[in-house]
């Protein structure tokens, strides 16, 4: 049997700022919240199921020189929820790594846009197939692999 991920945690500079950006602009519900000064956290869903966990407990943004996260990748249900997504983010003001949608490769079907969070950790939103013909911003190495 293979592996599947569960759920995901972030560490997090401000819970209140995170917790705003992925409740208000990515759209996960709060399934529950500590609030014990020293031990803030968050837990969001789906609307079905745990998808990620915020702890308050970073006392700096994301470093991309340090082993660990490379990024996280939600999929989509389509490329318009993709667009609508971008739409939202725009609104925010989120930090773009290119430029609308991209493909995730040179003749890929699969694409999304790629961003950052408010603590500058790398995040994806996708689809498997509907960016057919977007541009490809890297010839000779993945889109998701340098941003």
Same mark, same amino acid.
């Given at each position: ?89 725009? $609104?925010? #003001?989120?930090? @773009?790594? /290119? +430029? ?5 490769? !040179?003749?890929? $079907?699969? #694409?999304?846009? @790629?961003? /950052? +969070? ?5 995040? !994806? ?23």
């Amino acid at each position: 049997m293979t592996l599947h991920t569960g759920h995901l945690g972030l560490n997090v500079t401000d819970l209140d700022r995170s917790l705003a950006f992925y409740r208000d602009v990515l759209e996960f519900s709060v399934i529950a919240e500590g609030k014990e000064e020293d031990r803030r956290y968050a837990f969001l869903g789906d609307g079905e199921s745990l998808v990620l966990t915020l702890w308050q407990q970073a006392g700096q943004p994301y470093d991309t020189g340090r082993a660990g996260l490379h990024h996280l990748a939600f999929e989509a249900q389509s490329i318009e929820q993709v667009r609508r997504y971008e739409e939202a983010l725009r $609104a925010y #003001g989120v930090d @773009f790594a /290119h +430029d609308g949608v991209v493909a995730h490769g !040179e003749g890929a $079907a699969s #694409g999304g846009i @790629f961003f /950052h +969070d408010p603590d500058g950790t790398r995040l !994806e939103i996708s689809v498997p197939e509907g960016a057919e013909g977007a541009p490809v911003p890297h010839d000779a190495a993945p889109t998701c692999g340098f941003f």
